[in-house]
Every structure is written in C-alpha cells, then in structure tokens.
C-alpha cells in the first residue's frame, strides 16, 4: 500500500532543477515515484511508508532547494 505525500518546493527555475530535485528525493528510504511541478513548486511523492519530513526537507536542500 503506498501513500502519497505532498510537499512545496521554493526556488526551482528551470528543468535541471527538476531534476536534480527528484534525484535527491528519490533516493529517500521507501519513495517509488517522484512528480515535481516546475510552475507551482509542488512535489508528489509515493512511498511505501510515512515520510518524514526532515528526511525530505534534507534532500531537496542537499539539491540546493529548500521546502516552503
Ligand atoms: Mo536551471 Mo535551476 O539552469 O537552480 S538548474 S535554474
């Protein structure tokens, strides 16, 4: 059973940031499926378990974002 958690992502202006941001956060213990909106910001993320949410603020940050 998966859940999807959402989360907003500020400072993303271009596809590579896109990227990098799903790389980062798919490395995450447990995430199946990354989906970022380059125009709103918001990241989709399924999972197999409950995400915390320093885990996913950690790894947007460690691709040179940060959670809003
Ligand atoms: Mo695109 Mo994003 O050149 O920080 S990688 S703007």
Redesign the pocket.
Known sequence: MSTTQNFTVT???????VA?VTEEVSEIAGVETVEVDLATGNVAVTSSQALEDDAVRAAVEEA??ALA
Do not use: D, L
């Open positions: 400072g993303m202006t271009c596809g590579h940031c990098s040179g974002y």
